[in-house]
Nanobody, 116 residues
Framework: QVQLVESGGGLVQAGGSLRLSCAAS????????MGWYRQAPGKEREFVAT????????NYKDSVKGRFTISRDNAKKLVYLQMNNLKPEDTAIYYC?????????WGQGTQVTVSS
């Protein structure tokens, strides 16, 4: 079992920055690939970024490449999403995800609102 708690969301103007954090507890954090997903009102949840267990490999949704950076600290059991140059279309609830071959886990989400 893994428990995930996101934080760092909020209201920001277009062009601003936020850093989301996800704190994990429970099973060995370094056994999991970690990711950030988001869900905007009336839309399905979508992939934003993932990072491998070691942190050496990352993947991003095309629309966030060059603006968002995912990172992790395995010693502290934390994963981050640095979001720069935010746009109104980035407005969504952002969810942390932990995945391995035996299953995956979700956090409760944190709201990010970008005003124009």
């Amino acid at each position: 079992q893994v428990q995930l708690v996101e934080s760092g969301g909020g209201l920001v103007q277009a062009g601003g920055s936020l850093r989301l954090s996800c704190a994990a507890s429970g099973r060995t954090f370094s056994d999991f690939d970690m990711g950030w997903y988001r869900q905007a009102p009336g839309k399905e949840r979508e992939f934003v970024a993932t990072i491998s267990r070691s942190g050496r490999s990352t993947n991003y949704k095309d629309s966030v490449k060059g603006r968002f950076t995912i990172s992790r600290d395995n010693a502290k059991k934390l994963v981050y999403l640095q979001m720069n140059n935010l746009k109104p279309e980035d407005t969504a609830i952002y969810y942390c995800n932990a995945a391995r071959d035996l299953g995956y886990y979700w956090g409760q989400g944190t709201q990010v609102t970008v005003s124009s």
